[in-house]
């Protein structure tokens, strides 16, 4: 109960540690690394990728299920707009390379896949907590499409941050491919200058007494798993 656990634990005996990323590694990118992937994963120059992270999860594993079955009802738009739907991590447990989906299962890191894709998903609509993919996403520049529920926790506006995505996926698949260069830049500038003390956590940590001491900064500076 919450009276147990405040008699338990104090402010003392704890230090809260947000969540964070080095933004540096998903920047760096290896052009040469990321021709051979997407060669790997039959993805065009002219592709419009999306991408969906995360870990075997209750409200990933909806999430997915919804975005099979878009796919699956809008085969014939996917194709013709040259679009394809990535979901990489353990939410995806049956490796597939389709037309218009690709889902690759457990990868050793998710930042290759984050550098050849354009759009970032986050169609979850319930869970707790911010979502550690979101984080990734914008560090990675991405056009976010989430629902109102994925972007809970950032200072993100509809619209100007990211494309929602609720019950009509046909309306935001659409209307993010049909961005113009500069209306993307801006998007995802908007959405990482806005956001950039969260996920910027470059810090020394150390342990010490069996807690972890945070030394400066915001963050851990590790690359944390998509949720």
Do not use: W
Request: charged letters at 20%; hydrophobic letters at 35%; one cysteine or more.
């Amino acid at each position: 109960s919450q009276s147990r656990y405040t008699q338990l634990i104090t402010e003392k005996k704890s230090i809260i540690i947000p969540n964070g990323i080095d933004i540096e590694i998903y920047q760096k990118r290896d052009e040469v690394k990321n021709n051979q992937l997407k060669k790997q994963l039959k993805i065009q120059e002219e592709d419009h990728v999306f991408i969906f992270t995360g870990s075997k999860y209750g409200p990933n594993i909806e999430a997915v299920k919804k975005l099979k079955q878009f796919t699956q009802e809008n085969e014939s738009f996917l194709a013709q707009n040259k679009i394809k739907i990535l979901i990489v991590g353990s939410v995806g447990d049956e490796p597939l390379k389709g037309n218009s989906l690709i889902i690759t299962g457990r990868v050793d890191s998710v930042i290759p896949y984050l550098q050849i894709s354009h759009y970032a998903l986050n169609n979850i609509e319930t869970g707790s907590g911010t979502n550690v993919k979101m984080f990734e996403y914008i560090a990675a520049n991405l056009i976010i499409v989430s629902t109102n529920f994925g972007a809970r926790g950032f200072n993100l506006l509809k619209n100007e941050d990211y494309i929602e995505i609720e019950d009509n996926y046909l309306s935001a698949f659409t209307s993010s491919i049909n961005m113009s260069r500069t209306q993307k830049q801006n998007m995802f500038l908007s959405a990482f200058n806005k956001n950039k003390t969260l996920i910027d956590c470059l810090i020394d940590s150390m342990l010490i007494f069996g807690v972890v001491f945070p030394v400066r900064g915001c963050g851990m500076k590790s690359k944390l798993m998509s949720e």
